[in-house]
């Protein structure tokens, strides 16, 4: 395992983080707990959950883990939750008040079993809620020692910018989470820069692409079976009908099929040790069902790709920007040298 700091902070953390989404709903808690024997015995640090994972269950899973451990294992372990959507059937309990957010923190720390979060994370903005109402509540959390840092999810550019200007001389905002790819390469062009800008250390979640980047999904065969799109092919923003349309998916991965046969290793590596080259990338979340998946995936840190893979994978993966303003005819207000 590699360790690095979390943003502009002194936190270490390490370079891949053990994300929970499937804890309880996918991945029951025997595996789970396994997972984070694996995880941990490997020298991660970093445990990512929410709130809203398995309607609380991926936190009572790791809170029921924690206890059993010894007290210097347990603190080893860098926890992250996040709060902002509902967990029950009232939908209007959501959002970024004041009084939802430290109800939901409450509600996190009772699951967990602890009396702070390392790193408590808004996992969305609010349209509803005034920002300074938010953060005011994070300075306070982190004030009174419930959370140590906190961090944003899902916030676009703009709204990263405004959140930093924020909690500026307040509370350490030291990280932001967004979906990350080869597949979901668009928020190279404001959110990464916003966070490199404002100190915010990248950690990027399905880093795999729902399992796009595996390799287990082929053209015109519509997935089937255990795997997350054969259960549902039009789950989300990763839904087989929407991906498979684009050309650009299949030229991507096949650049990834090509760098994994030379190496002889996954795709699923080489598609992990593309995001590690990445500037502003600070841990990786990884989402596993099983312990294999997890394995193989925490051996993407021994693989250094060279230049000319990287820009194999570049340019197989660019998402084609218009040319203005994030394009070749915006460059020129982009960069500036000294000649």
Known sequence: MKYTTLGRSGAVVS?????TM????????GTAHRQLDVFTEAGGTFVETADVYAGGESERIIGDWLAKKPAGQ??????????RFPVGVEPRDSGLSRRHLSRALD???????????DLYQVHAWDPL???EESMGFLEDAVRSGRISYAGLSNFTGWQIALA???AKGRFPLISMQPQYNLLVREVEWEIVPACRATGLGVLPWSPLGGGWLTGKYRRDERPTGATRLGEDPNRGVEAYDLRSAEERTWRTLAAVEAVAAQ???????????????????????????????????LGAIEVALGDDEIALLDA???PGAAPYPYGAAGLEQRSRTVD
């Open 129 to 131: 809620t005034p920002l």
């Open 107 to 117: 509600a996190s720390l009772r699951r967990l079993g602890r009396d702070h979060i």
């Open 164 to 166: 930093a200007s924020t």
């Open 22 to 29: 499937t804890f309880g709903a996918e991945t029951p808690p």
């Open 74 to 83: 347990r603190d080893r372990v860098f926890l992250a939750s996040k709060g």
């Open 263 to 297: 190496r002889g290793v996954s795709m699923s590596r080489v598609a992990l040790a593309w995001l590690h080259t990445r500037p502003g990338v600070a841990s990786i979340v990884l989402g596993a069902r099983t312990v294999e998946q997890l394995q193989d995936n």
């Open 316 to 318: 197989a993966s660019d």
């Open 15 to 19: 370079a891949h983080a053990l994300g």
